[in-house]
Nanobody, 119 residues
Framework: QVQLVESGGGLVQPGGSLRLSCAAS????????MGWYRQVPGKERELVAT????????NYADSVKGRFTISRDNAKSTVYLQMSSLKPEDTAVYYC????????????WGQGTQVTVSS
């Protein structure tokens, strides 16, 4: 069973920065994509950013384009989300996601890390 462990969340002031990390218990090279999602109470989980297995292709939600950057280090089995110019509306629990190479298997999810943007 693959485990994804997020870290790096916390309390930050508006305009500040945070870097989230997602460490996998296995090699991440074979995953089709890896990504970050976020969720606030009472709302559905929403996509923040995804990155392809080779790291060439990335995709961002319109709300974070130009402020967030996703990257991956396959050698360390880790995916990162660099968040800058944070806004109060970025407050959420952020989840790491990994899409297996075969559609026979369900996606893997981390336990989430809280990000709070407040003065």
């Amino acid at each position: 069973q693959v485990q994804l462990v997020e870290s790096g969340g916390g309390l930050v002031q508006p305009g500040g920065s945070l870097r989230l990390s997602c460490a996998a218990s296995t090699s991440i090279f074979s995953f089709r994509t890896m990504g970050w999602y976020r969720q606030v109470p009472g709302k559905e989980r929403e996509l923040v950013a995804t990155i392809s297995s080779g790291g060439v292709n990335t995709n961002y939600a319109d709300s974070v384009k130009g402020r967030f950057t996703i990257s991956r280090d396959n050698a360390k089995s880790t995916v990162y989300l660099q968040m800058s110019s944070l806004k109060p509306e970025d407050t959420a629990v952020y989840y790491c996601n990994a899409v297996p190479p075969s559609p026979m298997y369900s996606d893997y999810w981390g336990q989430g890390t809280q990000v709070t943007v407040s003065s």
